[in-house]
């Protein structure tokens, strides 16, 4: 048997135990049993909030088409008076990918595209390494991350300063990290590719696009794909990451270049009104917004994922959504992460009518899993099986902390004895390659400077390590973690070229002298 034979097999029965399981369960859950579950989650939510699991956090919860709770607990922002309310409008991080996922239904809905347009038809431009999967690619490869393009490709253009339109020319130039259709790759740029070029036989920018198909026919007005919007807003939360063990808001994060995968911000009451559209298959307020049958092509699992990390479910991805195997049925949800400081979490149990959202100002925290999970208990059993919360956390502390950790064993002293570097001319110069661009590398009072993106968008001071090996400290939210900047020497005595760590994740980050 083939392995796509096995997998569609497997999805098969997945959904017929599910479906079995789903049926018992929505004709066993009420609305009574979901409001008694309300006051217990209130007092979780309130307990993170008072011990400093997250500065701040904001619930929504819908049954039965009826927003049944909207609340917010904590601090905007960590060492200032003002409170978190069910308006405080949170960045959502990737919990933008299933509201953009929504959008691009309301497109297919309308006939402009459908979840098999292929990319070479909406955006010719857009072009990946292989000839192949370029003229193949369709929004669903891209809004399932099965392309074959890495994940992180691109995220180091934009952490650099490039722009929406650069980052996506530059991606041609990535080798696939699998063949076309045959693996998961968790890609932001990919994703905003697919979305952008579904917008594009409209004519209008995709934050437009999103405003008259989703946020204004929902009554969503502090809802935005933009950073600029979500800066107007007055009631908003800020990023807050732990330093020195407390919760501090010292980075911002402007997420324009990836808007559709990561660049939403929004509050509970508007994201409220999301979930009742979702839960109602394309229907609001009882008349069909958007078809149900391309609303629910988004939630169609097509990539297996193995198991959740923490309850053990079996899970899938599908466009812009996981769909989900649970104990409690089938259900569907997304978080999002910005390392700077955002955590946030949808789930969605579809033949229940019940949902719930959790936004929250911090990172690492597993609050909002920990806290969706445990209202899931409280409404369909009437207790919490666990506690949630910790193993979450302790999913979203692995991230950061074993890598972070080896990087800091591997630089924390230089070899004894380090060889000296050579006169700081020999490094100085101007280096290029097609993906990151320029880096030019200077000497400043006897110091090496780093800088790299459009117009020297960043700069990183440079120490000396050993001989030719250079460190710096390339991301803001972790001044500590040493990021390696290699020279190698030609025969002339000086650098012929520039390995960059931190913009080497796709093999792309050594550059050559270029004078």
Same mark, same amino acid.
Request: with cysteine; aromatic share 8%; glycine share 10%.
């Given at each position: 048997?083939?392995?796509?034979?096995?997998?569609?097999?497997?999805? &098969?029965?997945?959904?017929? %135990? *599910?479906?079995?399981? /789903?049926?018992?369960? !929505?004709?066993?859950?009420?609305?009574?049993?979901?409001?008694?579950?309300?006051?217990? +989650?209130?007092?979780?939510?309130?307990?993170?909030?008072?011990?400093?699991?997250?500065?701040?956090?904001?619930?929504?919860? /819908?049954?039965?088409?009826?927003? %049944? @709770?909207?609340?917010?607990?904590?601090?905007?922002?960590?060492?200032?008076?003002?409170?978190?309310?069910?308006?405080?409008?949170?960045?959502? *991080?990737?919990?933008?990918?299933?509201?953009?996922?929504?959008?691009?239904?309301? +497109?297919?809905?309308?006939?402009?595209? $459908?979840?098999?347009?292929?990319?070479?038809?909406?955006?010719?431009?857009?072009?990946?390494?292989?000839?192949?999967?370029?003229?193949?690619?369709?929004?669903?490869?891209?809004?399932? #991350?099965?392309?074959? +393009?890495?994940? =992180?490709?691109?995220?180091?253009?934009?952490?650099?300063?490039?722009?929406?339109?650069?980052?996506?020319?530059?991606?041609?130039?990535?080798?696939?990290?699998?063949?076309?259709?045959?693996? @998961?790759?968790?890609?932001?740029?990919?994703?905003?590719?697919?979305?952008?070029?579904?917008?594009?036989?409209?004519?209008?920018?995709?934050?437009?696009?999103?405003?008259?198909?989703? @946020?204004?026919?929902?009554?969503?007005?502090?809802?935005?794909?933009? #950073?600029?919007?979500? &800066?107007?807003?007055?009631?908003?939360?800020?990023?807050?990451?732990?330093?020195?063990?407390?919760?501090?808001?010292?980075?911002?994060?402007?997420?324009?270049?990836?808007?559709?995968?990561?660049?939403?911000?929004?509050?509970?009451?508007?994201?409220?009104?999301?979930?009742?559209?979702?839960?109602? #298959?394309?229907?609001?307020?009882?008349?069909?917004?958007?078809?149900?049958?391309?609303?629910?092509?988004?939630?169609?699992? &097509?990539?297996? &994922?193995?198991? $959740?990390?923490?309850?053990?479910?079996? @899970?899938?991805?599908?466009?812009?959504?996981?769909?989900?195997?649970?104990? #409690?049925?089938?259900?569907?949800?997304?978080?999002?992460?910005?390392?700077?400081?955002?955590?946030?979490?949808?789930?969605?149990?579809?033949?229940?009518?019940?949902?719930?959202? =959790?936004?929250?100002?911090?990172?690492?925290?597993?609050?909002?899993?920990?806290?969706?999970?445990?209202?899931?208990?409280?409404?369909?059993?009437?207790?919490?099986?666990?506690?949630?919360?910790?193993?979450? $956390?302790?999913?979203?502390?692995?991230?950061?902390?074993?890598?972070?950790? !080896?990087?800091?064993?591997?630089?924390?002293?230089?070899?004894?004895?380090?060889?000296?570097?050579?006169?700081?001319?020999?490094?100085?110069?101007?280096?290029?390659?097609?993906?990151?661009?320029?880096?030019?590398?200077?000497?400043? $009072?006897?110091?090496?400077? +780093?800088?790299?993106?459009?117009?020297?968008?960043?700069?990183?001071?440079?120490?000396?390590?050993?001989?030719?090996?250079?460190?710096?400290?390339?991301?803001?939210?972790?001044?500590?973690?040493?990021?390696?900047?290699?020279?190698?020497?030609?025969?002339?005595?000086?650098?012929?070229?520039?390995?960059?760590?931190?913009?080497?994740?796709?093999?792309?980050?050594?550059?050559?002298?270029?004078?």
């Amino acid at each position: 048997m083939s392995c796509s034979r096995r997998l569609s097999l497997l999805m &098969l029965l997945s959904f017929a %135990v *599910a479906t079995t399981s /789903v049926k018992s369960e !929505a004709q066993t859950l009420t609305r009574d049993k979901v409001t008694s579950a309300l006051p217990a +989650l209130e007092a979780l939510a309130q307990r993170e909030v008072d011990t400093k699991g997250v500065p701040g956090l904001a619930i929504a919860v /819908v049954y039965g088409d009826e927003v %049944v @709770y909207l609340k917010g607990f904590g601090l905007r922002e960590a060492g200032k008076p003002d409170l978190v309310t069910a308006d405080t409008v949170f960045q959502i *991080a990737s919990l933008s990918k299933p509201v953009s996922s929504t959008i691009v239904a309301a +497109l297919v809905s309308d006939g402009v595209v $459908n979840w098999d347009s292929r990319i070479a038809d909406l955006d010719p431009a857009f072009q990946l390494l292989d000839a192949y999967p370029t003229a193949q690619l369709t929004v669903r490869d891209l809004l399932s #991350h099965r392309s074959g +393009l890495p994940g =992180v490709a691109g995220n180091e253009l934009e952490d650099i300063g490039y722009g929406r339109p650069e980052v996506l020319r530059r991606l041609r130039l990535v080798s696939p990290s699998s063949s076309f259709r045959a693996g @998961y790759s968790y890609s932001n740029a990919g994703f905003t590719e697919g979305a952008v070029a579904a917008a594009k036989p409209t004519g209008k920018a995709w934050e437009q696009v999103a405003q008259e198909k989703l @946020y204004r026919p929902l009554g969503m007005p502090s809802t935005t794909s933009t #950073h600029a919007d979500f &800066l107007s807003r007055g009631n908003r939360a800020e990023l807050h990451a732990r330093i020195d063990a407390a919760w501090s808001a010292k980075v911002k994060r402007d997420p324009d270049m990836q808007a559709p995968a990561g660049g939403v911000s929004a509050n509970v009451r508007d994201l409220a009104q999301w979930m009742r559209l979702e839960l109602a #298959h394309g229907a609001y307020n009882g008349k069909p917004m958007i078809a149900s049958a391309a609303l629910d092509g988004a939630h169609i699992p &097509l990539v297996a &994922l193995g198991a $959740n990390p923490v309850s053990g479910d079996s @899970y899938f991805y599908g466009q812009g959504w996981n769909t989900e195997f649970t104990r #409690h049925g089938l259900a569907w949800g997304h978080a999002g992460a910005f390392s700077v400081g955002a955590r946030t979490m949808v789930k969605l149990y579809p033949k229940s009518n019940l949902g719930i959202v =959790v936004l929250a100002n911090a990172f690492p925290t597993g609050v909002p899993e920990g806290l969706a999970d445990s209202f899931a208990d409280l409404a369909f059993d009437g207790k919490v099986a666990q506690d949630w919360v910790k193993p979450w $956390n302790g999913v979203f502390e692995g991230l950061f902390a074993p890598p972070i950790a !080896a990087a800091k064993a591997t630089y924390a002293a230089a070899p004894a004895p380090a060889a000296p570097a050579l006169a700081l001319a020999a490094y100085t110069g101007r280096y290029a390659n097609g993906y990151i661009g320029e880096a030019v590398v200077k000497d400043r $009072n006897g110091v090496l400077t +780093l800088t790299v993106g459009p117009g020297g968008a960043r700069s990183y001071p440079l120490r000396h390590f050993d001989r030719d090996l250079f460190l710096c400290a390339a991301s803001p939210e972790t001044p500590d973690l040493p990021s390696a900047v290699q020279f190698e020497i030609g025969p002339n005595g000086k650098a012929s070229a520039i390995t960059i760590d931190f913009l080497n994740e796709v093999g792309l980050g050594t550059l050559k002298r270029a004078e």
